[in-house]
């Protein structure tokens, strides 16, 4: 039995791959969200250690952790300085330290059984590519994100610890009129090769395919999901 640890699995990619786990064989998993596990918040310092803890006492140890809890939020320069650098902070916080910290508290069970694991860290295109005027801060938590992930790889693989990103471009998380219109309609597809963003589903099938079978030499690998509109 492969016991798992996800984080943000209430909505969007977070409940798609918590799908997708669902009908994997021998696989438990505790989700974490006010809607579908272990609620914990990651803009306190205490949410990530109580919701490593609350997962380890349900499922004795864990062998996978899937990071994917993120927020993109607009943070504007014209603000004033004290609202900028809360917003950026907040970002950091949330999808990089948060991540950050479990994946410190996993390496670290997973040295003290004697045993190997599997990391895999939901980043972002913006990791390579950038974002929006309004979105450094998440562009630079996807990176940092992704960086983390090669760090571990690197440092840890001799001990059978193993860390892979997944890079999604945009994904269609909510109603498609809605989702398209919002950021550019034909604009956002004109950018896309493939002609249409990502299901959640496609990202789903990377990040269990990396959590579950695939091959250890594949340790340090970034999967980009964005039907080609950045190749690497």
């Given at each position: 039995m492969?016991?798992?640890l996800?984080t943000?699995?209430?909505?969007?990619?977070?409940?798609?791959?918590?799908?997708?786990?669902s009908?994997?064989?021998?696989?438990?998993?505790?989700?974490?969200?006010t809607?579908?596990?272990?609620?914990?918040?990651?803009?306190?310092?205490?949410?990530?250690?109580?919701l490593?803890?609350?997962?380890?006492?349900?499922?004795?140890?864990?062998?996978?952790?899937i990071?994917?809890?993120?927020?993109?939020?607009a943070?504007?320069?014209?603000?004033?300085?004290?609202?900028?650098?809360?917003?950026?902070?907040?970002?950091?916080?949330?999808?990089?330290?948060?991540?950050?910290e479990l994946?410190?508290?996993?390496?670290?069970?997973?040295?003290?059984?004697?045993?190997?694991?599997?990391?895999?860290?939901?980043a972002?295109?913006?990791?390579y590519?950038g974002?929006?005027?309004e979105h450094?801060?998440?562009?630079?938590?996807?990176?940092?994100?992704?960086?983390m992930?090669?760090s571990?790889?690197?440092?840890?693989a001799?001990?059978g610890?193993?860390?892979?990103?997944?890079?999604?471009?945009?994904?269609m998380?909510?109603?498609?009129?809605?989702?398209?219109?919002?950021?550019?309609?034909?604009?956002?597809?004109?950018?896309?090769?493939?002609?249409?963003v990502?299901d959640?589903?496609?990202?789903?099938?990377?990040?269990?395919?990396l959590?579950?079978?695939a091959?250890p030499?594949m340790?340090?690998?970034?999967?980009?999901?964005?039907?080609?509109?950045?190749?690497?």
């Open positions: 492969t016991n798992i996800l943000g699995s209430s909505r969007g990619i977070g409940a798609a791959i918590a799908d997708a786990l009908t994997a064989p021998n696989v438990t998993f505790v989700g974490h969200g809607r579908s596990g272990i609620a914990a918040d990651f803009d306190d310092p205490a949410g990530p250690r109580h490593w803890d609350t997962a380890l006492a349900q499922l004795g140890t864990i062998d996978v952790l990071n994917n809890a993120g927020v993109f939020e943070n504007p320069i014209d603000q004033d300085d004290d609202a900028w650098v809360a917003n950026w902070e907040r970002t950091m916080r949330v999808n990089l330290t948060a991540s950050a994946c410190r508290l996993a390496v670290r069970h997973w040295q003290e059984r004697g045993t190997g694991g599997r990391i895999v860290n939901v972002s295109r913006a990791a590519r974002d929006s005027p450094w801060h998440y562009a630079a938590s996807k990176a940092g994100m992704v960086a992930t090669k571990i790889a690197r440092g840890y001799v001990q610890i193993l860390a892979f990103a997944v890079c999604p471009g945009f994904t998380t909510g109603m498609a009129e809605d989702y398209l219109s919002s950021r550019g309609g034909d604009k956002l597809l004109a950018d896309i090769p493939l002609g249409k990502a959640p589903e496609e990202v789903a099938n990377a990040v269990t395919y959590a579950l079978t091959p030499s340790t340090g690998a970034v999967i980009d999901v964005n039907g080609a509109s950045y190749v690497r």
